[in-house]
Nanobody
Framework: VQLQASGGGLVQAGDSLRLSCAAS????????TGWFRQAPGKEREFVAT????????YYSDSVKSRFTVSRDTANNTVYLQMNSLKHEDTAIYYC?????????????????WGQGTLVTVSS
């Protein structure tokens, strides 16, 4: 499966943004799809994931209640809706896929990665 992340941009603190992770080659419903981010000078960190069944989601504590991950099987795309953005959300956001997995929060458990999309939140 090939993944293409998009939707990043420059926004102000408090704004919203929706990232998309479009898949090609295989159906995303076979995969848990996760979002990770990496800020300058920091390690890549887990943000959110949705299970391959589409009925289970997990979030990091830093984004819980502000971000929502969802899947559109018809468009073979996973979304990350980001509300109430903060300056500390500034990072490159990556989507990743892991076949037939549910609670996948570690980067090394994912087999396929998109190229990343930059989100910059001005304070």
């Amino acid at each position: 499966v090939q993944l293409q992340a998009s939707g990043g941009g420059l926004v102000q603190a408090g704004d919203s943004l929706r990232l998309s992770c479009a898949a090609s080659g295989r159906k995303l419903r076979r995969y848990a799809t996760g979002w990770f981010r990496q800020a300058p000078g920091k390690e890549r960190e887990f943000v959110a994931t949705i299970s391959w069944t589409g009925d289970t989601t997990y979030y990091s504590d830093s984004v819980k209640s502000r971000f929502t991950v969802s899947r559109d099987t018809a468009n073979n795309t996973v979304y990350l809706q980001m509300n109430s953005l903060k300056h500390e959300d500034t990072a490159i956001y990556y989507c990743a896929a892991a076949e037939f997995r549910t609670a996948v929060r570690r980067a090394h458990d994912y087999d396929y990665w998109g190229q990343g999309t930059l989100v910059t939140v001005s304070s």
